[in-house]
């Protein structure tokens, strides 16, 4: 379809292949042009191909290599390329997974970006409890020898203390960036959140919802010296019908 004219297309095409131990492999590929309207000078025209191989090392511990590349181009073309390595293992009902990254941008602005996770998914316990958590880690290098890096954590746990109610929860992040930019500045941010809800149920009709976030966080001086954001909110709602 020639930039400039009016029209839109999509096509694909994908296939899976179960193979020997436990292995399974995978790819796609999506091409399409949308200037349907003709709004737009030129048509973009966007293509993605990925490319998937799975396995078990046992049965409750599995593995993951993946590949997804696309590109776009409009006036200018841009392409990014994304390979990761995951793991999971099962533990008590309760799962860990870690993850390696790196993933290429090439256009106007060329990046590269390294990541490492890991974290857990916990199932809902005895109690009614159920917690999630992960730790990551992120590197970005871009043109002219500026770059960022940030470490993120994050715990949350939650509970439906009556199936009727919205879920309650408290989740826990920390965030740590650095950016340096091309003239040799340095900028650091950090953030601590905390944040929850709490929904309970008064009587047959009434409900009384509870919510509330602070910030803990500096930027470019010592923790110490940090600044507090907050926020709370009660709401009281009631059945009349």
């Not at 048509?43 to 993946?66: E, H």
């Not at 776009?72 to 009902?93: A, M």
């Not at 857990?120 to 970005?140: C, D, I, M």
């Amino acid at each position: 379809m020639p930039s400039g004219r009016g029209g839109a297309y999509r096509y694909g095409i994908s296939a899976n292949k179960l193979l020997k131990d436990q292995r399974s492999i995978g790819f796609g590929y999506i091409q399409a042009a949308d200037n349907f309207d003709r709004k737009e000078e030129r048509t973009r025209r966007d293509q993605n191909w990925q490319a998937n191989l799975t396995g078990k090392i046992a049965s409750d511990f599995s593995w993951q290599v993946s590949y997804q590349g696309g590109s776009r181009e409009v006036y200018s073309r841009t392409n990014q390329h994304l390979i990761k390595l995951g793991l999971t293992r099962s533990i008590n009902e309760t799962d860990w997974n870690g993850a390696l990254s790196f993933m290429l941008n090439q256009g106007v602005i060329n990046t590269r970006q390294y990541q490492w996770k890991i974290g857990y998914t916990q199932p809902v316990l005895k109690n009614g409890f159920r917690s999630t958590a992960f730790l990551q880690w992120t590197h970005e290098e871009k043109t002219q020898n500026a770059e960022n890096s940030m470490v993120e954590g994050r715990v949350s746990m939650e509970k439906n203390f009556r199936q009727e109610l919205a879920k309650s929860y408290l989740v826990i992040a920390y965030q740590n960036k650095k950016e340096k930019s091309s003239s040799g500045g340095n900028n650091q941010c950090q953030t601590i959140n905390f944040e929850g809800n709490l929904t309970l149920k008064i009587g047959a009709t009434n409900f009384l919802i509870f919510y509330g976030k602070i910030s803990l966080w500096s930027k470019n001086r010592g923790f110490s010296d940090r600044q507090t954001d907050y926020s709370f909110n009660l709401n009281w709602r009631t059945q009349i019908f």
